[in-house]
C-alpha cells in the first residue's frame, strides 16, 4: 500500500512537470520577444554572410508572425535540440552547454555535499546547545559567512593562498596537466577532471584538478552554509518545542535518541527545500566564483555570453537554468514523500 502510494504520488508529480515547463518556455520566450524579428534571426545565423539573407530567416522561422505561431515553431526548434548558435564561443548552444556544464558540475560535485552536510550538523549543534558558547559562536559564523560578498572572500583566499603561500592555482588545471588531458593518452569518460584523472589511473592528474578545485569550493561552501544552518536551526527549535518530544522526554528516552530519532527527521524537510535549490543553483552556474577563479564553468561561460549581447545564449542558459530548477523541484518533493509518509497522502 505504501508502495502503490509512493508511486502514486511520484506519476503525479511528473505530470505536473508538463504545464510546468510548458510555463516555463513560454515565459522565457514572452521575452525574448523585446527583441525585434532581426535581433532574434541571430538565433540562427551561424556565418556573418548570412546576414545578407535575413529576411529569408525571419520568413523560414516564422519570426514576424503571430505570437503563438512564433512559439509553436521556436518550441519545435527546442524539442530538437536546436537552441540556435553561440557567437561568443563560435558553436551551437547545446553543445556549449554540454561543453562548459562538466567544469559547474565538478564543483558541485564536492561543494554541495559539503555545504549541505555542514549546514544541517551545525544547525542540530546550535540547536541541541541553544545559548550556549557553541550556538553563539556557529551563528556568528553563519552571519558571517552569509554577509561575506564571494568576489571579496575569493579574491582574499586567492591574494593569501595563491600569492603568499603558492598553493591551489586558478584555472582547472596547470599547464602541464592540461596538455596531458587533451592528448590522445587520456579518455575523457565524463569531462570532470578528478572523475576521469581516476578513472584513467593518472593519480598526478587527480591531485592537481583537486588543488585548482580548493579555492573555489572553499568560497561556495563558505558562503552558502549560512543559509542552510540558520533554516536548520530554527526547524530544530520549533520540533524540539512540540509536545511529542516534551512527551518523549517524560517517557525517559535519552535525549539522544529523541534528537537523532524523531526531530531532525521532522526538522529535516525544510533543510531539503534550501538544499534542493542551493544545488539548483549551483548547478546554473555560480558566475562570480567561477570568473574570479578563471574557472570556465556554465555560469563563467553565460556572462561572457551577456556582455558580447550572445541572446541565443543567453536565451539557452535560462532554458536550461529553469529545467535544472524544475528537476529540483520534483527531485526534493520525492524526498520529502520519504522523509514524512504523510506527504504521500495529499
Known sequence: ???????????RRLLLLVPVLLGATLLIFAVSQMFSPVERASLYVRDPKQLRNIDEIIKKYHLDD??????????????????????????????AIVEFLPATAELVLYAAPLTIFL?????????THRDTPLDHATRTLAIIGWSLPSFWLGIVLLAVFYGVFGLFPPGRLSVEASIYVNSPNFIRYTKLNTIDALLNGQFWIFVDA?????????????????????ITRSSMLEEMSKLYVMMARAKGLDDKVVVN????????????????????SLLCGVVITETVFNYHGIGYWAVHAAIQLDIPAVLGFTLFSALIFVAANLIVDIM??????????G
Request: proline share 4%; hydrophobic share 55%; glycine share 6%.
Open 336 to 345: 520529502y514523500a520519504y522523509v514524512d509518509p504523510r506527504i504521500k497522502l
Open 119 to 127: 549546514g544541517i550538523k551545525m544547525g542540530v549543534l546550535s540547536a
Open 1 to 11: 500500500m505504501a508502495a502503490s502510494g509512493l508511486r502514486s504520488y511520484i506519476i
Open 210 to 230: 583537486l588543488k585548482h578545485l580548493v579555492l573555489p569550493v572553499a568560497t561556495l561552501v563558505i558562503i552558502n552554509i549560512a543559509l542552510l544552518m540558520r
Open 261 to 280: 530519532k524523531h526531530v531532525q527527521r521532522n526538522a529535516l524537510i525544510s533543510a531539503l527545500t534550501v538544499s534542493g535549490l542551493l544545488t539548483a
Open 66 to 95: 503571430p505570437f503563438f505561431i512564433q512559439f509553436s515553431h521556436w518550441l519545435a526548434e527546442v524539442l530538437k535540440g536546436n537552441l540556435g548558435w553561440s557567437k561568443s564561443v563560435n558553436m551551437p548552444v547545446a553543445r
